[in-house]
């Protein structure tokens, strides 16, 4: 039982440090190359550049563990994914078209409060400490929004060509969702074979406050990348 939380803890490290192609702010330097570069409507390249950043995209990946953590039935899996779902979907096509200017640090600043939102709320944090309960429903769609303003921050810093942007935008917010799949399906596995063994309520305590942990050092490092640019 032990194990399973070490091996939590160190997957929780690797997505955090593992790459530098996952830094909330940056983008590989192929995606940036070809980002750079681009003039004209990309629609297979954007789509695997969307698939990409989600499954390399750590703070989404975190925010999906605490999500779905003790949701058991597929139809919630379903719901509270598509509320997120949807909440990103709109504020990156809206940001992007509109150009609508987000200070990207504070955005992933809130991103990974979120995580720590989702951690604390699945440890009962909220009735524990405040006595009220949050509707869930609602916060997954709000920082759904957060997420994907985050996203969008990400396409902004490369000035993409307005004529037929919403093409690749389309694009790259499918590619998103692919990668969300994929990713989700890999988390709900994994989830689904620690949910055999009794270590998964008994650590679930210790599990969730990881994820806070790690929503805080995100939280962190984001604010001091905001101290020292702004």
Do not use: C
């Not at 998103?176 to 055999?196: D, H, K, M, T, Y």
């Amino acid at each position: 039982m032990l194990n399973i939380t070490r091996l939590l803890a160190a997957t929780l490290v690797l997505f955090l440090f593992s790459s530098s192609a996952a830094l909330a702010h940056g983008v590989d330097a192929n995606t940036e190359r070809f980002l750079l570069a681009n003039e004209g409507v990309a629609i297979g390249p954007f789509l695997y550049i969307g698939a990409k950043h989600m499954v390399t995209g750590y703070d989404h990946l975190l925010f999906l563990v605490g999500v779905i953590f003790f949701l058991f039935r597929k139809r919630d899996v379903l719901l509270y994914v598509s509320l997120f779902t949807v909440g990103h979907s709109l504020t990156l096509l809206l940001g992007v078209l509109n150009n609508i200017a987000v200070n990207p640090y504070l955005i992933d600043a809130i991103i990974g409060l979120s995580v720590v939102y989702k951690g604390f709320d699945n440890i009962g944090g909220f009735n524990k400490l405040l006595g009220f309960q949050p509707n869930t429903k609602i916060a997954v769609a709000v920082f759904g929004l957060f997420h994907g303003f985050g996203l969008a921050t990400k396409l902004q810093d490369f000035a993409l060509p307005q004529e037929d942007l919403w093409k690749n935008l389309l694009a790259f917010n499918i590619g998103v969702e692919l990668g969300q799949f994929i990713a989700l399906v890999f988390i709900l596995i994994a989830l689904s074979f620690w949910r055999r063994f009794p270590s998964y309520y008994s650590f679930s305590t210790t599990t969730n406050t990881l994820l806070m942990a790690g929503g805080l050092v995100l939280f962190g490092y984001q604010m001091f990348g905001y101290s020292v640019t702004a």
